[in-house]
């Protein structure tokens, strides 16, 4: 999908929406374990009540591995069943993989071939050389982790160099020249509000993919204050919020419901900054 | 595995050595592509030839993934025809994961519960709360990335810090805090061996995951000259040197004829030393 393919849908929904597809297997009602593939056919679900109002999803691999080979039989078909289904969908493998040379390649092939995301998350500890064979794919993105949400992040990502500048800023920098905003998004923790017009800064055009609005904290208001741009440049992730926001029989409703109260204030914001 | 079988298992076998499987079918012998499952196929075979001169084997992730579901079958029944035949091996999950909280348990269940590893390598960019997860595993380790041997490696762990440190002295040191040398190790590349000295020094009992001995270049000597320890403290890594030594019907033979190679450079090492 193109940069411009992602705004229109954007600009179509009046959403900047990713539903996270955290599936787990002891959060889902009760009456869907019955199903021969309940991990599926909770995710079929989901994105049929939620498509109206989301323009991602985002399986974390995690969940899928959890369960062998028959958890990445689940992914397949999640992943088959939104691509012939709502084809406009801008689908992201939350993987964090981080490796080089070769092993990239296949890790490219894995995600843009053999399951046909649209984008990749990955980790920048090795550098380019683990995000730059993702980027001869036309039509694919990466999204390289900046500043994530958690409370470790400080662990790494802050460490100043010697001329003041961080981790995260590095990898901003460095990573905006190993692609382009037509190719390249970067993970940003939305708990860190304060510092996000800081990395709006560093890169003005480049998407944002936001997880911790939601159940992590983090406000959505303050999140497009500083980081919304003429192209809206940021997705914003919900997960457990929505796809657990009821585990009775009612779920994938209620789940719609939540998508579409986050949803209506997405169209507020776009709105109000003359974006729709 | 503990520490002291780890060890145990160096000495019977004058051995530090890891057989890497990244099983690429586009570089197997012909032959064994009429099989079923030719990856299986292919790693039952080198297995069952370098079995006796291996502590270790390390199956490449991105490798299986290429195929999807079908390459998790094959990456599954590689572990259980491991365990089951030699059940002294030290087995690796070179997947260089890094989530944090509930996704990181998932990644745990996958790789220690549903996929018996002994061990996984893990990308340090978020912090602690990436490797905590795992530690719960009795007898189960971490393998942290700290020095990688590729060329990019410099973007970001040579960066410093105001007070010299490196980000990959950083990594080595809250690393060292977050487990035991029972149950953490670090990744550091051979091609670095000037630095090897220096890491030691920061972590002197840990054992270290040294890939890049071989196709990679890097020296066998000049590596355990600077961090071998009373208990070893090393296990070396080789990957496509071994299992593509030939692509004809003798290729199993020439890889256990690597492998031997290798294997009586290190026991001339461990004498050496006098650790056997």
Redesign the interface.
């Known amino acids: 999908m193109t940069y411009e393919q992602l705004f229109l849908q954007i600009k179509r929904k009046s959403s900047f929406l990713c539903v996270g597809l955290?599936t787990?297997l002891a959060k889902l009602p009760t009456f869907i374990l019955n199903n021969t593939d309940p991990i599926f056919e909770f995710n079929k679900q989901i994105v049929d009540s939620t498509a109206p109002y989301a323009i991602a999803y985002k399986p974390?691999l995690?969940?899928y591995?959890?369960?062998?080979?028959?958890?990445?039989?689940s992914?397949?078909k999640t992943v088959q069943y939104i691509r012939k289904n709502y084809p406009e969908i801008f689908l992201i493998a939350d993987a964090?993989?981080?490796?080089?040379?070769?092993?990239?390649n296949?890790?490219a092939?894995?995600?843009f071939e053999?399951?046909d995301f649209d984008a990749i998350t990955l980790?920048?500890?090795?550098?380019?050389?683990?995000v730059k064979p993702f980027l001869k794919y036309k039509g694919k993105w990466v999204i390289i982790?900046a500043l994530?949400s958690?409370?470790?992040?400080?662990?790494?990502?802050t460490?100043?160099?010697?001329t003041g500048q961080n981790?995260y800023q590095?990898?901003l920098q460095?990573g905006r020249q190993w692609g382009t905003h037509e190719n390249v998004m970067f993970v940003t923790g939305a708990t860190q509000a304060p510092l996000l017009k800081d990395i709006r800064h560093i890169i003005p055009h480049h998407f944002l993919l936001v997880p911790g609005v939601g159940a992590q904290g983090g406000s959505l208001e303050e999140v497009a204050e500083n980081t919304l741009t003429p192209h809206c440049g940021i997705i914003v992730n919900s997960s457990r919020e929505i796809i657990y926001a009821s585990n009775g029989l009612d779920f994938a409703q209620a789940a719609a419901e939540k998508a579409k109260e986050l949803q209506m204030k997405m169209k507020a914001i776009l709105l109000h900054r003359n974006l729709i």
């Not at 591995?65 to 039989?73: L, N, R």
């Not at 958690?150 to 990502?157: G, P």
């Not at 460490?159 to 010697?162: E, H, Q, R, V, W």
């Open positions: 955290d787990d974390n995690a969940f591995e959890a369960y062998g080979s028959k958890g990445w039989q992914l397949e964090k993989r981080g490796d080089i040379g070769n092993t990239a296949m890790y092939k894995a995600f053999t399951l980790s920048p500890y090795m550098g380019a050389d683990t982790l994530t958690n409370e470790s992040a400080l662990d790494f990502q460490m100043n160099d010697s981790l590095r990898v460095l």
